[in-house]
């Protein structure tokens, strides 16, 4: 079920299209899935959106491309978005994740999500050795 | 603000005793941050979350140790867990997190976060190509 | 699926019967959406919860009635209720949303999810000028 | 820091001093804490969210006064509320939780943090067993 | 849909065995549910898991078994996993939780809803005599 | 308490001067708020969502001003960002919310924050007449 139903003909509008085009040759694939189809009716938004994610993720950077889908999939658990949990675990397969390491990510999700929880409960307050701008006081201290 | 004080003499329990030792000669510091003084009065609590935190994080794996806190600060954060992005943050960089990783970590997690709320906006249907019992479905059809 | 089925004679409660006999009048419809007939295993629950949405939702206010059900959207897309994303699109289009205003309010919605976890993530300390009871000590040092 | 602060005499309006005298004779105390004050500026606000307080957590029922804060607890730790959170914690040790179910608690609360991640990172499947309608259909199939 | 799916004969990996025959003893039922079918991909996370489910929900402790399983329905709304709601909602019904009871369960968890939200929107500050270091401070200054 | 402290000379990076240039004329004013001091230390990160936050909320559109801050409001609170709720509760009375319409904003955030997990807790299922889907089939199957 879905709140909205992409259009028949969505490529007849020429923003859209470019866009489209865009995904097919940046993924030298046919399949574009449904995420754009869906965002295409506002066609500032799909560009919008689109321009990131290849920003984001596809350009080489100094974090490689599979770190980038864990933390991507990380994300989409603890948001409880299930479209975007199960593309990215998809994405993560298609760039090479292991059944060892995608137990391995589970496990820190779920250990995350227990240790989250249990510092929320007791409202554990952050050490002043976490805290960034401390540290620049200290420094600034000691070197007077 | 806290919801629970740690007493005085944590350690004159001989079972916080052991897992805060275990924690300095782990971690090799005498520091111990506050989620395990908050964690002691229920010792029974405290030894299985650091029994897997140690099992989690600590281990050698397929996943490499700045990977692993990359991954944490990712679920800290969109589970809105303060405490935790605070150490998590300052443990990624105690582990060679550069400012330009930092940075390209908020990007995915920012992106993210945009995203997840447009695919749940819009409850886009999950695409079969990213299902993977249809492919398991797919691949027995064509064996068949 | 769903962890509970409404009986068959619903109705034949008289508290249910009053309830959905005022859902009917107040929006001129016999249309009872499911969350109603789920609710009404526990008539007290189902009076307060109409009871609640009646007021806020349908009485004349300083908030015209398509913001309303556009504000309401955006919380149930950022707890991720399906049901309630559903519901309230369907809703905000009966009042009169249109693609445009859609379309922007999903790009407000995900801006906004971006935004919240780079905030989140950063832990960006809230300024001054934003904090109510700063304002009303600072209007009190200037009026002394 | 805070988004409002309540005006000096708030009890100048007859609808919130009969809200406010209701709190303090019905929890037999002089103590109106912050939350009520906060929700001050809008009476009607105010009365709504105390009557229902009044109903769902004051009166005797099915479940016992403590037991019925520590849920509340939970929903608050697992929804992120700081304030909630302390003011139930404090709470259910008014109503006499220990430490030793205070402990449990959260070894409680942490372990559905956990799988509650877990199942949506794997996006379990709901077993036919669980499903309510489910038992229904097959009630009727093995009635006839 | 789902992110993965079980093997075949996952019982020939004899430390899933072992989690599945305890499983099986432990609950007195031939009867595996699907999470720990989903978890099986990974045997040293299914064993950290169940091992965890059963010291925690599976001991006899100061927390009567219904009411376990109704926190865990609390915080799994709140987190809003499906799975997790099925499935806990189902336990507290087998361990006898009355239509009654679980009227009022959804009452205290949508209240909480409700109110968590509200002091969140006011960001209303905890009153001293919620935290309990200030408990501590208090009681140290009357001491001396 | 913070994750990451700007530096001094923030702007003696031309793009961070740049963007900082931009707030101050599109804003006509010299303050600039800390998240984006905050950001300035990865100035592509910086730029991006100034654009975004310029094009989504600071643009005429067919939402008005005062409604596009609301909204935000509302997806921060749901998001629990604390720093957000600061900032666009801020914004909205600069835009002119009255203490009226913040009233009735907080009592329909605080109503779906229930609604929501009421409709999670009981996993309603969708009415088929809310699913955008159905009413294209309904519409091709009454057209044939």
New interface residues.
């Given amino acids: 079920?879905?709140?909205?139903?992409p259009t028949e003909n969505l490529e007849s509008d020429p923003r859209v299209k470019a866009v489209f085009d865009d995904i097919r040759s940046t993924r030298k694939t046919d399949?574009i899935?449904?995420?754009w189809l869906?965002?295409a009716?506002?066609p500032?938004?799909l560009e919008?959106?689109w321009t990131?994610?290849k920003?984001?993720?596809g350009k080489p950077?100094?974090?490689d491309p599979l770190?980038?889908e864990?933390?991507?999939?990380?994300?989409?658990?603890?948001?409880?978005?299930?479209?975007?949990?199960?593309?990215h675990?998809?994405a993560a397969r298609a760039k090479g994740m292991?059944?060892?390491?995608?137990?391995?990510?589970?496990?820190?999700?779920?250990?995350?999500?227990?240790?989250?929880?249990?510092?929320?409960?007791?409202?554990?307050?952050?050490?002043d050795?976490?805290?960034?701008?401390?540290?620049?006081r200290r420094t600034a201290a000691e070197g007077s």
Same sequence: chains 1, 2, 3, 4, 5, 6.
């Avoid at 079920?1 to 139903?5: A, L, R």
């Avoid at 059944?99 to 929320?120: F, H, P, R, S, V």
């Fill in positions: 079920m879905s709140t909205q139903v399949f899935n449904n995420m869906w965002l009716f506002d500032a938004l919008r959106t990131e994610v920003e984001v993720i950077s100094s974090i770190t980038k864990m933390i991507y999939i990380a994300v989409s658990v603890a948001n409880n978005c299930s479209y975007c949990v199960h593309s675990t998809a292991t059944e060892e390491q995608y137990g391995e990510l589970l496990a820190i999700i779920g250990l995350a999500g227990k240790t989250n929880q249990l510092a929320t409960a007791l409202q554990v307050p952050v050490d050795a976490f805290d960034a701008s401390a540290t620049v």
